[in-house]
């Protein structure tokens, strides 16, 4: 399996994992909205049937009164005919107006059942027959007859309309009670309801939250795995740079030591010298490999300055004169790779070139180098003290290896190579672009 | 001096035998892993040692180097493509004569043994 497929597996992975836990978070707001909105509902429904319950009993207690009352007012209408006390005369008005509030109290109740409220119609009608006769032996005795009202009673009218009262109240309140009943049992349903739905949904919000940590859990894994992925990876990717790194270098040694025991073994002087000028340019891009690999930390960068220094050092020291004096002005200017190389092969070409003819052995000699950045370009000079360059000399002549070499290098940094001859010595001057990336 | 050459390329280790002859030492003996390498240097008593870090049957110059210096008291000089400060530092304790990164030069191989006869 390749990177990109690890990658690719542990991306859907992640993604897989976002999604179930995006959906089971959508889940759960609307299963909490459903079920507040059950609650709700149910919370209502239970309330209503409380209501009616509330209602019936209301109807029956209203019914049990108006017989009551009407009782009260036989009662009273009896003690008045026996002793005319006026107290019996109050106590029957109250009562008479009590039976009349609360048979149109029941009445009123009654207005939602079609049936009943004929009932109630009935007991009405009866209540006020009542009454009235009760009114009329009232008013009979208060005219002194009192033997007519003694009659009236005797004529059992006022019983009988007693007796169908009775009945009256007896269906009316045998209705209500089967009503009560009936509305008892939906409330107590609708209780039980409530509550195996709260159980319900307690048990769903446990279960949610237990899946969504778990899948907190899962997703931490995933993310944990695909670290411990990269990390395995970047170690990879390290130890084969490294091996790399060594191998690239481990080459350039094979090619250095076979061209160093060539020169070696050649009888000819001019051969010998062109093969150190090679070894000496293999040697010089294996410094430049050194300096962007050698550190693990920081692949990458070149640093021309401090190269263009240490390079002119040694490669002055490797003169083995002690009259030449070499002086530096280098900025420290961070190259890419792409850079580098080229560069580094120019640097090594034009000092060679500076100690091979700028440096005449009779005479001590002074060696400048300087590399600075100037606007936008860079700019290499390296200035000699020697006879400088002969008259004709161009760059277009192209008449040395070394030469068309710095040439075209200094071409493939995008710049230009320059030669003018000072009062003592000559300069060769390399600008090119700063690096765009 | 007398130095034992341990590396396991052959043109490289022929390389540096005849740059520290023209320097003026005696090669005493060469190998390309650790084990000849260290049965040589019982044998021959080098001066020194020029060690390349990643040896043939993959075998550590590391570990060699360590082997000689606490076994027969012979330094070493490092030569290699891949010279990390923590080998750096992991050497400290057996003093090591240098690190020389590949490609090598004759003058930095010089600079390095005039240090170590000094």
Same mark, same amino acid.
């Given at each position: 399996?390749?990177?990109?497929?690890?990658?690719?597996?542990?991306?859907?992975?992640?993604?897989?994992?976002?999604?179930?836990?995006?959906?089971?978070l959508?889940?759960t707001?609307?299963?909490?909205?459903?079920?507040?909105?059950?609650?709700?509902?149910?919370?209502?429904?239970?309330?209503?049937?409380?209501?009616?319950v509330?209602?019936?009993?209301?109807?029956r207690?209203?019914i049990?009164?108006?017989?009551?009352?009407?009782?009260?007012?036989?009662?009273?209408?009896?003690l008045?005919l026996?002793?005319?006390t006026?107290?019996?005369l109050?106590?029957l008005?109250?009562a008479d107006?009590?039976?009349r509030?609360?048979?149109?109290e029941?009445?009123?109740?009654?207005?939602?059942?079609?049936?009943?409220q004929?009932?109630?119609?009935?007991?009405?009608?009866?209540?006020?027959?009542?009454?009235?006769?009760?009114?009329r032996?009232v008013?009979?005795?208060?005219?002194?007859?009192?033997?007519?009202?003694?009659?009236?009673v005797?004529?059992?009218?006022?019983?009988?309309?007693?007796?169908?009262?009775?009945?009256?109240i007896?269906?009316?309140?045998?209705v209500e009670?089967?009503l009560?009943a009936?509305?008892?049992?939906?409330?107590?349903t609708?209780?039980?309801?409530?509550?195996?739905?709260?159980?319900?949904?307690?048990?769903?919000l446990?279960?949610?939250?237990?899946?969504?940590?778990?899948d907190?859990?899962?997703?931490?894994?995933v993310?944990?795995e695909?670290?411990?992925r990269?990390?395995?990876l970047?170690?990879?990717?390290?130890?084969?740079?490294?091996?790399?790194?060594h191998?690239?270098?481990?080459?350039?040694?094979?090619?250095a030591?076979?061209v160093?025991?060539?020169?070696?073994?050649?009888?000819?002087?001019?051969?010998a010298?062109?093969?150190?000028?090679?070894?000496?340019?293999i040697?010089?891009?294996?410094?430049v490999?050194?300096?962007?690999?050698?550190?693990a930390?920081?692949v990458?960068?070149?640093?021309a300055?401090s190269?263009?220094?240490?390079l002119a050092?040694?490669?002055v020291?490797?003169m083995?004169?002690?009259?030449?004096?070499l002086?530096?002005?280098?900025?420290?200017?961070?190259?890419?790779m792409a850079?580098?190389a080229?560069?580094?092969?120019?640097?090594?070409?034009l000092?060679?070139?500076?100690?091979?003819y700028?440096?005449?052995p009779?005479?001590?000699?002074?060696?400048?180098?300087?590399?600075?950045?100037?606007?936008?370009?860079?700019?290499?000079?390296i200035s000699?003290?020697?006879?400088?360059?002969?008259?004709?000399?161009s760059?277009?002549s192209?008449t040395?290896?070394?030469?068309?070499?710095?040439?075209?290098?200094?071409?493939?940094?995008?710049g230009?190579?320059?030669?003018?001859?000072?009062?003592v010595?000559?300069t060769?001057?390399?600008?090119?672009?700063r690096?765009?990336? | 001096?007398?130095?034992?050459i341990?590396?396991d390329?052959?043109?490289? &280790?022929?390389?540096i035998?005849w740059? $520290?002859?023209?320097?003026?030492?005696? @090669?005493c003996a060469?190998?390309?892993d650790? *084990?000849?390498?260290l049965?040589?240097a019982?044998q021959?008593?080098p001066?020194?040692a020029?060690?390349?870090?990643?040896?043939?049957?993959?075998?550590?110059?590391?570990?060699? &180097?360590?082997?000689?210096y606490?076994? $027969?008291?012979?330094?070493?000089?490092? @030569?290699s493509?891949?010279?990390?400060e923590a *080998?750096?530092?992991d050497m400290?304790?057996?003093?090591?004569?240098?690190?020389l990164a590949?490609p090598i030069?004759?003058?930095?191989l010089?600079?390095?043994?005039?240090?170590? &006869?000094?």
């Amino acid at each position: 399996m390749d990177e990109g497929e690890v990658e690719g597996l542990r991306g859907r992975d992640r993604q897989a994992a976002r999604e179930r836990a995006f959906r089971l978070l959508a889940a759960t707001v609307a299963a909490l909205f459903g079920a507040f909105a059950i609650l709700g509902g149910l919370l209502v429904w239970y309330d209503n049937a409380t209501g009616m319950v509330l209602h019936t009993r209301e109807v029956r207690e209203g019914i049990s009164d108006v017989h009551q009352a009407l009782s009260e007012a036989e009662a009273a209408h009896r003690l008045y005919l026996l002793t005319r006390t006026p107290v019996a005369l109050g106590q029957l008005n109250d009562a008479d107006q009590r039976a009349r509030r609360r048979v149109t109290e029941v009445e009123f109740l009654t207005r939602d059942n079609p049936s009943q409220q004929r009932g109630a119609q009935a007991l009405s009608d009866l209540t006020r027959q009542r009454l009235a006769l009760l009114e009329r032996g009232v008013g009979l005795a208060h005219e002194g007859r009192g033997e007519d009202a003694l009659a009236l009673v005797r004529s059992g009218q006022g019983t009988a309309v007693m007796r169908a009262v009775r009945e009256q109240i007896a269906v009316l309140d045998g209705v209500e009670a089967h009503l009560e009943a009936e509305r008892r049992a939906r409330a107590a349903t609708l209780r039980l309801v409530g509550a195996l739905a709260l159980l319900v949904f307690a048990v769903a919000l446990g279960w949610l939250f237990i899946k969504a940590l778990r899948d907190i859990n899962v997703d931490r894994e995933v993310e944990a795995e695909t670290a411990e992925r990269l990390r395995g990876l970047l170690q990879q990717r390290t130890l084969l740079l490294a091996e790399v790194n060594h191998r690239v270098k481990n080459s350039l040694q094979q090619i250095a030591s076979v061209v160093r025991m060539q020169s070696r073994t050649t009888d000819d002087p001019v051969v010998a010298s062109a093969l150190d000028k090679t070894l000496g340019r293999i040697v010089a891009v294996g410094r430049v490999h050194e300096q962007i690999y050698g550190n693990a930390g920081k692949v990458g960068d070149f640093d021309a300055g401090s190269y263009a220094a240490g390079l002119a050092r040694e490669l002055v020291d490797s003169m083995g004169r002690e009259d030449i004096t070499l002086e530096t002005d280098v900025e420290p200017l961070v190259l890419d790779m792409a850079q580098a190389a080229p560069l580094a092969l120019i640097m090594n070409e034009l000092i060679t070139n500076a100690l091979k003819y700028g440096c005449p052995p009779d005479r001590p000699c002074r060696l400048r180098i300087s590399l600075r950045t100037v606007g936008d370009h860079h700019r290499l000079s390296i200035s000699d003290e020697g006879d400088g360059v002969p008259a004709g000399f161009s760059m277009a002549s192209k008449t040395s290896l070394g030469m068309r070499v710095v040439d075209a290098l200094s071409r493939q940094l995008g710049g230009s190579l320059s030669v003018e001859n000072n009062a003592v010595g000559a300069t060769f001057l390399v600008e090119f672009p700063r690096s765009v990336a | 001096m007398r130095i034992l050459i341990v590396e396991d390329d052959a043109l490289i &280790a022929l390389d540096i035998a005849w740059l $520290l002859q023209d320097l003026g030492h005696e @090669v005493c003996a060469e190998a390309a892993d650790a *084990f000849t390498g260290l049965e040589a240097a019982e044998q021959t008593k080098p001066d020194m040692a020029v060690i390349d870090i990643r040896l043939a049957r993959n075998t550590d110059g590391g570990k060699l &180097a360590r082997t000689l210096y606490c076994r $027969l008291g012979v330094r070493s000089l490092f @030569v290699s493509g891949s010279i990390t400060e923590a *080998f750096r530092k992991d050497m400290a304790a057996i003093e090591p004569l240098g690190f020389l990164a590949k490609p090598i030069s004759r003058r930095h191989l010089d600079e390095a043994l005039r240090g170590a &006869a000094a």
